[in-house]
Structure formats: structure tokens, C-alpha cells
């Protein structure tokens, strides 16, 4: 069966009807029709295209006499529909209804927040196609007066198998194609409406950085540091808006990579534009810091409060309150300073980077790949020595180093990504994840059970927090402990995977310079 309907377009805009081509259809079929009515159809998706990339296709659909709906088709092409009032956009999903729709999307949106992605205002007629036996075998549904975006587009008429007729649907798709001023249409009326709006599916996604290994070294570190630049601008709105927390953990991960870029290969620039911009983006890790922490502790407050023995999940309703009255406070704070002159001049310093940044010894200048394969080896040997060194006696301090460490080597991997083999790319930063995903929940474990004492100190202060809730976060700190001591277990057959024969031999290969 067809996962989708068969689209026909009138090939002259404002054509008023499809009559010519449902006369084609008789006499083997007739057809039935409902009275035409003005809709008005919103697409929604999330900011990355979570229910694009599932094949799913969500609507928000208005009338003048019926009540809003969303219609959802899933992958498979089954229609999902419930009812959708008092909803604006953006939306997250504790916003909708319970539902058959809420329910199929619920988990692929996760915590990201349903926005407009196209827009139409038309009218729309639903037709059945009989077959002799008057039995409903096709239904038709179409599009005309539509305009998306003040554009005017062309008339569509959508063809759709019912259940256990696909056959019928074949003959009723070979009819209309032979019909002069219809075409069959490759793209759906979603796709056109996104076209006139100058958008597409997978828009979201930033064009890649343009690396050579011949390349200049400063060229290409300005390069890595402007396309950090166009996710921060990207996601900036999202983040002053808190349409949903992952526009701020992206905006973060771009300033983060920055300041690692900076540090790990800054030296080939000229010093004074790279030092202030270093200061800068330090500036804004300290302002954005509190607001993601507080965000980490409510997102994971769920899972944690289901692994309670003791306590009931219900105990640390108190403690999740007092986290969002915190996360509000520090959010203010936050946008305010996103909003102010200070932020926007960090921006200018950021774009005028390429324009005062020259080499530090252009005399010596090294080339993108050379660079690229010395920093890869310094790192790879920081990381090797400092595990080596780890024993079971080791304090937690050596882990929180080693990770730090890691990190750079993975942050030198992703920005030099272009240079290297693909293969033996993907396959050392598989090695260097593995480790990194210990001793990230060694160090996180550690992190949060530190916090949550000291929400409790801090809650057990004000005299108001129920004893059930103090000792239900004891619980969930003692949780943490134990996720610690589990990922403590794990680190030495981790890094003895890291440090193979065969993923030394991939990083070996990696800093011996670049094939581009």
C-alpha cells in the first residue's frame, strides 16, 4: 500500500476546477462530493524535523464551522486525528490534549516544541469515488484559491487508496494522468507551501564549514569559529523566546566548541581579536550556565523520581516547584543580557573575526592540515598518558582531568572533521565516546548529587520544605551516588578499549595529516 496520496496539480494557477478530470473517471466510478468550505492549514514540526525525519506529516486545521483539529499521518499512511482548541504556537507537547495524535508524536518530539512550518488559507472539498458496487474506494480531496504566503498556488487534487482498494486507486491515478491540464505533482502540497515560503525540509541544518588541509591554518580556525557563530545567531531567538530547552543547549554547545577552538588552535591568529573574543565567549558560558544546569536537573528529575524505593515519586513535587521558580529567576536574568548592548557587541567582535584576525608569524604560517594533525596528536598522547595513570586508588579529581581532556580531543575531531578519512574518523570518535560516556557519568553522578544536597539545604532552610520530600531527595542523592560508584567500576575496561592496538592505529592515522 502507497504511504502517501498521489498529488495532481492544474497546470495554470486560479484554474477553478478539476471537473474535465473527474469526468474521466466515468463510467467505471462516479462520484460523490461534500460542499466545499475555507480551511485554514498549519504544518507543524519541530525546529530540527523530528517528525519529518519519522515520516510523519502533523496539521492544524481551522473552519469556519468545525472545531480545530490536528490531523496527523503517520509513516505507515494511517490518518490520526483529534481535536485541538486553544492552542497557539509555539507549543510543547503538555500543551495538547490526551489523544490518538498526542499519543504517536509524544515520543519522537521529546522535549522540543511544535512550531509553524508552513501555512495555507484555501478551500477544500472532500470527494468519494464509487466503484459500480457504490462502495467507497478512493477518496479525493481538493485544494483551490490556496495561497501560502501571499503566493497564489495551483489548484490540487489529492488521490488516496481506502483500506483494501489500491487497485482501484491504480486506475483512478492511470485515468488522471491522461487528462490535459492536470499534472501529476512529485511534491506534496506541505512541499509547495514550504517553497513559498522560502523554506524546506532539513533547513534547520547550517551549511557545512568549508576546510582543505592546504588551506591556511587562520582561514580555517575562522572558518570553524563563523560557522559556531551562524548557530548562535541561529538559535538565539529560541533561546530568548524559551521555546523549548534544546535552542539553548545548542546555543551553549556552539560557545562551548568555540572557547575549546580558541584554546586548542587560537594561536594562529592574531592575539588581541582572539583573546577578546575568548573573554567574551567566557562571559557568556558563566551567563547561560545556571539557566541549562537548572534545565538538566528538571528534565531529569522524572527518571530519577521513578527509580525511588523508599520515597514516592510524588514527594519531590516540592523540589521539581522549587527548581522552576529557580530556572525562572536565572532565565530572566539570562534574557535580559541576550537582550542588551553588551551581547550585541560581542556579536559584532564575533563576525568582524575574519576582517582583523591575521596570522600571529605569517612567516611561518602552517597549513589546515598540518595543523589539524598536530593538535589531533598532542591531544591523543594527553589523553593516553593521563589514563594510563589511573588506577583503582586513583582520586575522583584524575577522572574529572581525563574527561577534560577527552573532550578536547573530541572537540578537535569534530572541527577538523572535513580533513580526515571518513572511515577511520568514524570509527576513532566511536572509541573516544565509548570512554567519554563513563567518565561523563562518573562526573555528571558526582555533579547532581552535590546539587541536590544543596537544594535540600537550601529548601530545609526556608522551614517550608515537607519532611517527606528532604528525605526523598537523600534518596535521590544516595541514587546518584551509586551511578558513580557504577561508572567508576566500568572505567578501566573503557579506556582499555580506547587504547587498543587498532584505535591507537586509527589516531595514529588521523595525525599524520590530512588526505584533503
Same mark, same amino acid.
Given at each position: 500500500m502507497r504511504d502517501a496520496a498521489v498529488s495532481f496539480v492544474a497546470d495554470d494557477a486560479g484554474m477553478p476546477t478539476f471537473g474535465s478530470a473527474l469526468a474521466s473517471l466515468s463510467p467505471r466510478f462516479s462520484v460523490e462530493s461534500s460542499p466545499a468550505r475555507q480551511?485554514? =492549514?498549519?504544518?507543524?514540526?519541530?525546529?530540527?524535523?523530528?517528525?519529518?525525519?519519522?515520516?510523519?506529516v502533523l496539521?492544524?486545521?481551522?473552519?469556519?464551522?468545525?472545531?480545530?483539529?490536528?490531523?496527523?499521518?503517520?509513516?505507515?499512511?494511517?490518518?490520526?486525528?483529534?481535536?485541538?482548541?486553544?492552542?497557539?504556537?509555539?507549543?510543547? *507537547?503538555?500543551?495538547?490534549?490526551?489523544?490518538?495524535?498526542?499519543?504517536?508524536?509524544?515520543?519522537?518530539?521529546? *522535549?522540543?516544541?511544535?512550531?509553524?512550518?508552513?501555512?495555507?488559507?484555501?478551500?477544500?472539498?472532500?470527494?468519494?469515488?464509487?466503484?459500480?458496487?457504490?462502495?467507497?474506494?478512493?477518496r479525493l480531496i481538493i485544494e483551490s484559491s490556496v495561497r501560502s504566503g501571499g503566493v497564489e498556488l495551483p489548484d490540487q487534487l489529492s488521490v488516496s487508496a481506502v483500506r483494501g482498494y489500491?487497485?482501484?486507486?491504480?486506475?483512478?491515478?492511470?485515468?488522471?494522468?491522461?487528462?490535459?491540464?492536470?499534472?501529476?505533482s512529485e511534491a506534496s502540497l506541505y512541499e509547495r507551501a514550504l517553497a513559498a515560503a522560502g523554506r524546506a525540509f532539513g533547513d534547520d541544518v547550517p551549511e557545512p564549514v568549508l576546510l582543505t588541509g592546504s588551506m591556511p591554518a587562520s582561514s580555517a580556525v575562522i572558518a570553524v569559529l563563523h560557522g559556531f557563530l551562524s548557530t548562535v545567531e541561529r538559535t538565539l531567538d529560541g533561546v530568548v523566546r524559551d521555546i523549548d530547552p534544546e535552542f539553548l543547549h545548542d546555543f551553549r554547545v556552539a560557545v562551548r566548541r568555540s572557547r575549546s577552538t580558541l584554546k586548542l588552535a587560537g594561536d594562529v591568529l592574531e592575539s588581541e581579536p582572539a583573546e577578546q573574543l575568548g573573554r567574551d565567549l567566557k562571559w557568556i558560558g558563566d551567563l547561560t550556565s545556571p539557566t541549562r544546569d537548572l534545565d538538566v536537573h *528538571?528534565?531529569?528529575?522524572?527518571?530519577?523520581?521513578?527509580?525511588?524505593?523508599?520515597?514516592?515519586?510524588?514527594?519531590?513535587?516540592?523540589? =521539581?516547584?522549587?527548581?522552576?521558580?529557580?530556572?525562572?529567576?536565572?532565565?530572566?536574568?539570562?534574557?535580559?543580557?541576550?537582550?542588551?548592548?553588551?551581547? =550585541?557587541?560581542?556579536?559584532?567582535?564575533?563576525?568582524?573575526?575574519?576582517?582583523?584576525a591575521e596570522p600571529s608569524d605569517p612567516e611561518h604560517q602552517v597549513s589546515a592540515g598540518e595543523l589539524a594533525a598536530q593538535r589531533v596528536r598532542q591531544a591523543h598522547r594527553r589523553v593516553t598518558k593521563r589514563g594510563r595513570s589511573i588506577?583503582?586508588?586513583?582520586?575522583?579529581?584524575?577522572?574529572?582531568?581525563?574527561?577534560?581532556?577527552?573532550?578536547?580531543? =573530541?572537540?578537535?575531531?569534530? *572541527?577538523?572533521?572535513p580533513l580526515h578519512d571518513p572511515a577511520t574518523h568514524r570509527c576513532a570518535l566511536k572509541d573516544l565516546k565509548g570512554l567519554q560516556e563513563v567518565l561523563g557519568e562518573f562526573q555528571d553522578a558526582e555533579v547532581q548529587s552535590l546539587a541536590v544536597r544543596e537544594f535540600a539545604a537550601t529548601m530545609i532552610s526556608t522551614r517550608s520544605t515537607p519532611a517527606p520530600?528532604?528525605?526523598?531527595?537523600?534518596?535521590?542523592?544516595?541514587?546518584?551516588?551509586?551511578?558513580?560508584?557504577?561508572?567508576?567500576?566500568?572505567?578501566?575496561?573503557s579506556f582499555a578499549a580506547f587504547d587498543s592496538a587498532d584505535s591507537r592505529a586509527r589516531f595514529r592515522e588521523l595525525a599524520s595529516g590530512s588526505p584533503a
Open positions: 480551511v485554514k =492549514r498549519t504544518w507543524l514540526d519541530t525546529d530540527d524535523w523530528r517528525l519529518h525525519e519519522a515520516g510523519m496539521e492544524h486545521t481551522e473552519t469556519p464551522t468545525d472545531d480545530p483539529r490536528l490531523v496527523l499521518h503517520d509513516a505507515q499512511g494511517r490518518r490520526h486525528t483529534q481535536p485541538a482548541q486553544q492552542l497557539s504556537w509555539p507549543a510543547r *507537547i503538555g500543551a495538547l490534549r490526551e489523544g490518538p495524535v498526542r499519543y504517536q508524536i509524544e515520543s519522537v518530539l521529546g *522535549i522540543r516544541a511544535l512550531l509553524p512550518a508552513a501555512e495555507l488559507r484555501g478551500r477544500q472539498q472532500d470527494l468519494r469515488v464509487l466503484n459500480p458496487d457504490r462502495k467507497t474506494v478512493v489500491q487497485d482501484q486507486a491504480d486506475r483512478v491515478i492511470a485515468r488522471l494522468s491522461t487528462v490535459k491540464g492536470v499534472s501529476a *528538571i528534565l531529569g528529575l522524572p527518571d530519577m523520581a521513578a527509580g525511588l524505593q523508599s520515597a514516592a515519586p510524588t514527594d519531590l513535587d516540592p523540589f =521539581r516547584r522549587y527548581l522552576l521558580a529557580q530556572r525562572r529567576t536565572e532565565f530572566r536574568r539570562l534574557a535580559r543580557a541576550l537582550r542588551s548592548a553588551r551581547f =550585541r557587541k560581542v556579536l559584532e567582535h564575533w563576525r568582524a573575526l575574519g576582517l582583523l588506577g583503582p586508588d586513583s582520586q575522583p579529581e584524575a577522572l574529572h582531568d581525563l574527561r577534560k581532556r577527552c573532550k578536547e580531543l =573530541r572537540y578537535l575531531l569534530e *572541527i577538523f572533521r520530600t528532604v528525605l526523598a531527595m537523600g534518596e535521590l542523592a544516595a541514587q546518584l551516588s551509586t551511578h558513580q560508584r557504577h561508572a567508576r567500576t566500568e572505567f578501566a575496561a
